[in-house]
């Protein structure tokens, strides 16, 4: 006899059976499934820092992505300490284009 419990998905995703969230988890939430691939040389480099009442900012940047138009992408994230763990209170995503005219800063609207 298995000691196995089949949930259904819908209970599993539900915040008050979830684990607490670590920051680094948090941020995983947020970057999602990275690489996408293993094309290219995918890195991802996460920085976390204090920032006032008790917040940290996060800045998540990948690099080495396969869609050859951007050359990185960057989460800006403000994490907030709850019961449950760390979560993203703000977030700003943008990105290094790898052709046009602006190559070298980042931008909030898509790549070319």
């Keep these: 006899m ?3 419990l089949a949930l259904p998905v819908c209970l599993l995703a539900t915040p008050a ?4 969230v670590t920051p680094l988890q948090a ?3 947020v970057v ?4 996408e691939t293993a094309e290219g040389r995918p890195r991802l480099t996460v920085n976390l820092t204090a920032a006032a009442h008790g ?6 940047i990948a690099t080495g992505l396969a869609d050859d138009a951007i050359s990185a992408r960057r989460w800006n ?3 907030r ?3 449950r763990g760390w979560r ?3 977030r700003q995503e943008s990105w290094r284009c790898a052709r046009g005219e602006n190559t070298q800063n980042w931008t909030t609207t898509r790549c070319p």
Excluded: D, H
């Excluded at 059976?17 to 607490?20: E, G, K, N, R, V």
């Excluded at 999602?32 to 690489?35: I, L, Q, S, T, V």
């Excluded at 917040?55 to 998540?60: F, G, K, N, V, W």
């Design 27 to 29: 941020v995983a939430q």
């Design 88 to 90: 993203v209170a703000a």
């Design 55 to 60: 917040r940290l900012q996060a800045t998540a």
């Design 2 to 4: 298995s000691r196995w």
């Design 77 to 79: 994230l403000t994490l």
């Design 17 to 20: 059976l979830a684990a607490p």
């Design 32 to 35: 999602g499934n990275f690489p």
């Design 81 to 83: 300490q709850g019961q």
